[in-house]
């Protein structure tokens, strides 16, 4: 499956966001090849002074629950336990799009 990735942004993020930002993007990607039947996934990744953002959307399937397992509760609580902030979106017949907010710094609120 093709992944298009955009990515803006200069120089290194914290580890802790990294490392958040890799298991967000890690974790979408298998539910896109798994579950989804996406033929493509678009992958941008943009990091301002204040925050990084993703955006993972694929071309697939679409339904995508949180209550039907733990992979996307359990990225949640990975957002979450450092400040940051998910949504979802997954129509069925329409893909599915996970846009999340990395704040860089603690006092930094995402949008």
Known sequence: ??????????GRIPERVEVTAHY?????????????????????????PDVVRLAVRDDGIGGADPGRGSGLLGLKDRVEAIGGSMILHSSIGEGTELLVNLPLRPEAVPD
């Open 1 to 10: 499956m093709p992944v298009e990735l955009t990515v803006r942004g200069e």
């Open 24 to 48: 967000v993007v890690s974790e979408a990607l298998t539910n896109a090849a798994k579950d989804a039947e996406a033929t493509v996934v678009h992958v941008q990744v943009e990091a301002t």
